[in-house]
């Protein structure tokens, strides 16, 4: 019984890395309060590969995801999600990606991913941390050591 069980489980997992040509997606919630504090997207931080998506859901209303425009590779569209709404995100280039809630920005509501190794913005993303709000600085210093 266990064994079958398994067995379909492994065909369902294969089915869905076929089905999207091995690129993979990540949900993201967009909550009012989260394992961290007040205002958190969960997960906050990821690592993935060029032509992977991220999905943003707004578990909670009243957040949005958008660019963090100091904190994005060049040469790939910016996005602002609408306020309320669920947004996925096409990563189509190595290169380190912020993401904001606008309204909760100065609350370090923040999620940023690397994607590939990352290089071809990571200083710029480093030093656009240094001098964003007190609680967006504080969590993305701890999310971008996290994922470097
Ligand atoms: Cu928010």
Not at 135 to 140: F, G, I, M, P, Q
């Amino acid at each position: 019984m266990l064994k079958s069980v398994l067995l379909v489980g492994a065909v369902v997992g294969a089915l869905a890395v076929a089905g999207a040509a091995g690129a993979a997606e990540l949900q993201v919630k967009m909550l009012n309060s989260g394992a961290r504090g007040m205002m958190v997207f969960e997960p906050a931080t990821a690592k993935l590969k060029v032509g992977d998506t991220v999905r943003f859901i707004p578990t909670d209303p009243g957040h949005n995801a958008e660019t963090i425009k100091e904190m994005w590779p060049a040469g790939v569209p910016e996005m602002k999600g609408v306020l309320g709404k669920e947004v996925v995100v096409k990563l189509t280039k190595t290169g380190v990606y912020g993401f904001k809630c606008m309204p909760h920005w100065t609350m370090g509501m923040t999620f940023v991913a690397k994607v590939g190794d990352g290089k071809p913005n990571a200083a710029e993303a480093e030093a656009a941390i240094a001098k964003a709000p007190p609680l967006a600085r504080k969590r993305l210093t701890v999310d971008f050591a996290a994922i470097k």
